[in-house]
């Protein structure tokens, strides 16, 4: 079974800096996937950024990047240069092959300060 | 704007009456989820669509929930004799399946925020 953790339920970050945000999972498929999303106070769950099992290298997208330690099991998702706007809940996914099993962890809240 | 939508954005309903959502996916999407979030907590799966084809149902759907997706493009989720625990965020997903079945990129809707009393 498919098991998403995330330990840190609130952050407070200031303006500018970068943050690291924590996911472990477990999962006994060889062939998985992990996602993240934002979820701002409007609900909306906004793609962030994705890592595949097998991805030989770290998946960037502009300010994200996901620190992917494969086997730590851990697939942390790093913001550089925050902005007021980053703040939002921010939730780490797992799917294994084909997205035939879903997980979603409890989500970080992640607040920036001027 | 060719994104996820969900009707109606909000519902209050009384405890024993039946409610339904509605979700368009995004237009080419062959996959369609639903989900439902309650506060302070990540998404929970309830099931999913390929197509036409409802693939997986969670143990999370009870008999009291059912889906459809009659012609593979909206689908609906009703829930019938609604109870107060129902109360929720369902939230609809879709993403376009390869023909490697590799893990492809879901886009949520908006959700629908569902009050019972």
């Known amino acids: 079974a498919q098991k998403i953790t995330q330990t840190q339920p609130g952050m407070f970050v200031q303006e500018k800096e970068a943050v690291t945000l924590d996911c472990t999972y477990d999962t006994s498929d060889p062939s998985y996937g992990l996602f993240w999303y934002k979820q701002p106070s409007s609900g909306e769950m906004i793609f962030l950024i994705y890592?595949?099992?097998?991805?030989?290298q770290n998946a960037t997208e502009g300010r994200y990047s996901l620190n992917f330690q494969k086997a730590r099991k851990s697939a942390n998702l790093v913001i550089s240069a925050s902005q007021l706007g980053d703040s939002a809940m921010y939730f780490c996914e797992g799917a294994n092959f084909g997205n035939e099993k879903l997980t979603f962890g409890t989500g970080t809240r992640l607040t920036i300060i001027p | 704007d060719t994104g996820v939508s969900q009707n109606p954005r909000h519902k209050i309903t009384k405890r024993g009456q039946n409610v339904t959502f509605r979700c368009d996916p995004i237009?080419?999407?062959?996959?369609l989820y639903w989900y439902r979030q309650t506060l302070g907590q990540g998404p929970e799966f309830l099931t999913y669509?390929?197509?036409?084809?409802?693939?997986?149902k969670s143990r999370l759907l009870s008999d009291r929930f059912s889906a459809e997706r009659p012609k593979g493009s909206f689908s609906t989720l009703e829930i019938q004799r609604t109870e107060q625990g129902d109360s929720a965020m369902y939230l609809c997903a879709s993403s376009l399946a390869s023909a490697g079945g590799t893990q492809e990129t879901q886009y949520f809707g908006p959700g629908t925020r569902l009050l019972v009393l």
């Open positions: 237009s080419e999407h062959n996959r």
């Open positions: 669509f390929q197509n036409e084809a409802q693939l997986e």
């Open positions: 890592q595949g099992s097998y991805d030989q």
